[in-house]
């Protein structure tokens, strides 16, 4: 993941606002004159600080990125007397806890990758990025709990965690995120 540049306080307000609108309404229905009014920007400031749409929209992914990996690491360091064989289990309550706070609409990620086709589109590489890491977080946490087979149990678990996200976020199955962490339990025994 690449860090997040220092932004000045007008382009963290247009970043802050964006990502709201962005998730909130989609990327298509929200334009760049509204995400400048809602920010108190000039146009010219957002294209000087973003360059392009574009950009902007990769810009909160990368943050947004960094905050669900941010959560993520947190909420597994704060259960150090956690064994390793249970450790892949609490990036489930990461989830419980970000889609309670966070995740009405489901995955940002998800849902900007259903609206961005082009795949020459920034934001589309940044989405790659943080699956990619999701799924190298789960294999880690799996071999270190000495898992056989850490890469399918890993890939099993990165499924559960994305089918978990949809399901809660479309009220189809409730207590969407402990089903999915139970099954998760069964495969890690």
Avoid at 101 to 109: D, H, I, L, Q
Avoid at 172 to 177: E, F, L, M, S, T
Wanted: charged share 25%; with cysteine.
């Amino acid at each position: 993941m690449t860090t997040t540049r220092t932004l000045t306080p007008a382009a963290e307000r247009v970043l802050d606002v964006a990502g709201k609108l962005f998730y909130a309404n989609g990327i298509h229905a929200v334009g760049v004159d509204s995400i400048a009014a809602a920010a108190r920007v000039t146009k010219k400031t957002l294209y000087d600080r973003f360059g392009s749409k574009e950009a902007l929209v990769a810009e909160y992914l990368r943050r947004r990125d960094e905050r669900w990996r941010a959560h993520v690491l947190e909420v597994v360091a704060r259960s150090p007397r956690t064994t390793p064989a249970r450790r892949p289990l609490l990036v489930f309550d990461a989830l419980d806890e970000w889609m309670a706070a966070e995740n009405v609409r489901g995955c940002g990620f998800v849902n900007a990758h259903a609206e961005l086709p082009d795949s020459e589109h920034p934001g589309r590489a940044v989405i790659k990025e943080q699956k990619e890491w999701m799924l190298g977080y789960l294999r880690e946490l799996a071999e270190a709990a000495g898992l056989r087979a850490a890469g399918k149990v890993a890939e099993s678990l990165f499924i559960l965690i994305e089918g978990a996200t949809v399901a809660a976020s479309l009220e189809v199955v409730p207590g969407a995120v402990s089903n999915a962490k139970r099954i998760a339990k069964q495969l890690l025994e």
